[in-house]
């Protein structure tokens, strides 16, 4: 079992959107603490949600799960979850074959991904 | 030194060796009352708590054993649900191979006979484990199943069992399913795929493998459903000693003890290697290089096999 580090920045100017950068593994281990991050955003309005995953080097699909989970209450608020930097080719392949990202917008760039992470107008 | 002995504490004293008979008795109902000062007050308060302590992790112990009691229960049904024979198909050999993780796992693989024609082949990775996945992959194999009997298209079949299973399914879940029939006539292969991955395809004559992916996302990641599950269906015709292989990420997702994954490279150069010598060979070399890849650490997911292969001809 490894471990998992969630670093959460919640911009200034911005208090509907956090970023979640994740390293390290999701897996039925580390799953809870994720859990309560996105759960306790969701208590802060912040329904718009970028989730950096430059370092994260494995995520189960139960990992997989909690964005699902989530995804239905953030696009009633009228938020959006989008990806940025899925790097790890083994984690890309995973989330893409499911077809992940046909329902999570990626981007390159975590910067590029707060733009366009924005409530629905 | 004279030792004397306090009237004062005799009654304490006497009631707390009841009490720690009665805990060795296996009673933990009683609490001690704390009547005493100084430090024979301390030791009751500490006597109470030590008690307590002990029936915490005894209750906790039942809980335990009643859990795993009743994952052994679930994992017996489940197991009931996978094909008790592997179906006679002239002309080809079918095998498989499957090996849950210590938990309760939510693959699962399956063979429907719709008529004497057509073979239905299905292999589905549930998210979640457990309990919550075993009663999902049930729920998924039993709707599946129902509508595979009823047409010839397996896009259309993974587009019903999607509307079907979505107002069932919690928002967190999802099933991944590759479904393929097989036209035993012309061994034929007609493939869908509700985001599973993909399946390999060794063409005996060129001694290549080469990927069959249908698009498609996996079942309950579009919750209101609007987006289709499967978006079309692959044909592949089945040459003699050619060899298709249904499998679940499981097997290309084990690491090593440096977290290299084993990876679907490796699954076809094993199939180069060693398809032509059956179907059964095939699956032997795999589980064998699996294993010493693994090597002694947890299997971490299940990990799940179907493999068709058409024979070779007599010459």
């Given amino acids: 079992m490894g471990e998992m580090n969630v670093d959460v920045i919640k911009p200034a100017t911005r208090s509907d959107l956090a970023v979640i950068r994740l390293s390290g593994i999701v897996d039925a281990l580390t799953l809870p603490d994720l859990e309560k991050t996105l759960h306790d955003l969701m208590g802060e309005k912040r329904f718009n949600i970028v989730v950096n995953c430059q370092k994260l080097k494995f995520i189960s699909s139960s990992g997989m799960g909690l964005f699902l989970g989530i995804l239905g209450e953030v696009e009633k608020q009228g938020g959006a979850i989008c990806f940025s930097q899925v790097l790890q080719p083994e984690v890309h392949d995973a989330m893409n074959l499911l077809g992940f990202f046909d329902i999570f917008p990626l981007y390159n760039q975590e910067v590029e991904a707060v733009q366009q992470c924005r409530q629905r107008t | ?315």
Wanted: charged share 25%; proline share 5%; glycine share 8%.
């Fill in chain 2, 1 to 315: 030194m004279k030792i004397w002995r306090d009237k004062r504490s005799e009654e304490p004293l006497k009631r707390m060796l009841e009490f720690v008979n009665a805990a060795q008795r296996g009673d933990f109902s009683i609490t001690l009352p704390v009547t005493s000062s100084g430090e024979l007050g301390e030791l009751e308060r500490g006597l109470n708590r030590l008690v307590e302590e002990i029936r915490t992790n005894r209750d906790l112990w039942e809980e335990q054993k009643t859990l795993q009691r009743e994952l052994k229960i679930s994992r017996g049904i489940q197991a009931t649900l996978l094909p008790s024979s592997l179906p006679q198909v002239p002309a080809m050999e079918i095998e498989t191979f499957y090996r849950p993780a210590i938990q309760i796992g939510g693959d699962y693989y399956d063979f429907i006979e719709i008529d004497t024609n057509h073979l239905g082949i299905a292999i589905a990775d549930v998210s979640g484990k457990s309990v919550s996945g075993a009663m999902l992959m049930t729920l998924a194999r039993n709707t599946l199943r129902a509508q595979a009997m009823l047409t010839l298209s397996p896009q259309e079949v993974l587009e019903r069992t999607q509307k079907l299973l979505l107002p069932n399914i919690m928002s967190q879940f999802f099933v991944s399913i590759f479904y393929a029939i097989l036209d035993k006539r012309f061994n034929r292969l007609v493939c869908a795929n509700a985001g599973h991955p993909p399946l390999l395809y060794f063409r005996a004559e060129a001694g290549e493998c080469e990927w069959v992916r249908p698009k498609g996302i996996a079942v309950g990641l579009s919750r209101n459903g609007l987006r289709p599950v499967s978006s079309e269906e692959k044909e592949l015709s089945l040459g003699p000693g050619d060899l298709a292989f249904f499998y679940t990420d499981g097997i290309s997702d084990t690491t090593d003890i440096r977290g290299k994954y084993f990876g679907r490279d490796r699954i076809a150069e094993i199939a180069v290697k060693s398809a032509p010598r059956g179907a059964k060979a095939f699956l032997a070399d795999l589980q064998e290089a699996l294993a010493s890849h693994g090597g002694d650490g947890p299997q971490g997911d299940d990990m799940t096999g179907v493999v068709l292969r058409r024979l070779v001809a007599p010459s």
